[in-house]
């Protein structure tokens, strides 16, 4: 939280300025990125006097803050008790992803902020479509919860629409355990079962690290016989993961942003319909080779693509490329055109404009801001360059395939 500093005759403002209070689970990588969320719009629109509340917290914990807080932002409350503690307060509430029943339409001090998890099962598709398999597979997270079942849902209506053969493991009632402990020896049997190739999308990146492993043990190829694609981009997992891990990547810092402002809203009085969700949307995929279907026993080629989809698309260039492999600019060219048929350049650009569609169609990212995230400092030439590629201009590409 961005310090305060008393002067004196300053502590009646002091009083008046939000106490908010943060119901999250740190230990998660979303949360954390909600988190800087939060704090960007706090430093914007603050100041706010700021407590954060980890992992199980009790009715106790929460009654030590009931007085002085202005408002709540919740990724998640543990029983019915403390749902109620909410409601009976009557002090505005803010939930983010949370996985729990709603509160009643009734109680108009609260807002909701959630994923797109339709975006997120499209964009999954339509990565997995371009491996060209004609099996596709999904595997919930290990409650089956609510947000897995919707992007499930939407990834075999994609599949039907593209006439392709679906599956799907671990889907059961939500929020129970289907059984004691991990469910490794069922989902091996699963795996092993699945006509190939065939490409897979995880519900997170927790449960696709668990399939990597399993898929390792049973000696499945990935990504010859299986690419695997999880959801969440957590770094602590998609870069250790072997092979390194596939991700659509979640707007999680956006989230928090457009919690904190939601919860700004009702703390200044402002009323909200319950029933209307705030969603934000995904980024994009962070490629790693777990998708990575190009046939090739070249690693330089590889480390190339995996540099030039996480990284060098932003801001980078065949030269930068070729001083991140420590190679001259003339063998990597050679190289890679003998591997992936075309340029390093035109990989780089192809690249960069599939981020740019998604974030036209996905979005409401201003094209200025678009370009700057591109690495582009000349948003005139972008819209330029677009235009020639699409034969429209940028916001033509916007109002005409937006969801």
Known sequence: MRPFCYDEGMENTWKKIPTVCLCL????YANQKKLEGIMRYENQHGPWRIHLIEEEYTLR???????EVSGWILSFYPSREIRDFFLESQKPIVLIDVRQNPFPETFRRCGIVSNNNNAIAEMAGEHLFATGFENIAYVHNYLSSGWSIQRRKRLEKLCREKKRSFFVFGEHEPYTEPKEGRDDEE?????????RPVGLMVANDFRARQVLDLCFMEGIDIPGEMTVLGVDNDLRIGNISKPTLSSVEPHFEHGGWLAAKMLD???????????RVEVYHPTGIVRRRSTQTIKTSEPLVQEALEYIWNHAWKNGNVNSTARHLHISTRKLETLFRQV????????????RYQQIVRLLCQSDVPIREIAQQCGLKNTSHLIQKFKERFGMTMNQFRKKHRN
């Open 340 to 351: 992936v048929g075309h340029t390093v350049l035109e990989e780089l650009q192809n690249t």
């Open 25 to 28: 689970k740190m230990a998660y």
């Open 187 to 195: 989902l091996s049997r699963w795996l092993r079962g699945l006509p």
């Open 61 to 67: 914990d929460l009654q030590h803050y009931a007085n």
């Open 265 to 275: 809203k009702l703390m200044r009085g402002r009323r909200h319909d319950p029933t």
